[in-house]
């Protein structure tokens, strides 16, 4: 489980489950059968977002205040 400063990323996860839920039924079936959590995969592909519009040479500081301070 993520901590309590990640609760946004979490809400974002969720988002991201519902959508492949009812965009890609036969992929999120076959994700519930072989036990593949999206979070798996989307946690990263979140931060990677949000740290694509970051200048690299800041980054290690908004990931710092990311779980300093959460969302």
């Not at 309590?4 to 489950?17: A, D, K, S, T």
């Not at 946690?43 to 205040?65: A, C, G, K, N, R």
Request: proline share 3%.
């Amino acid at each position: 489980m993520l901590s309590y400063g990640l609760v946004g990323v979490q809400l974002h996860e969720q988002n991201i489950e519902r959508l492949c839920q009812a965009q890609l039924p036969e992929l999120f079936s076959h994700f519930e059968k072989t036990f593949v959590s999206v979070s798996l995969f989307s946690t990263d592909w979140i931060i990677s977002m949000f740290l694509s519009f970051v200048p690299i040479e800041l980054s290690h500081q908004y990931i710092e205040l990311l779980f300093e301070k959460g969302w």
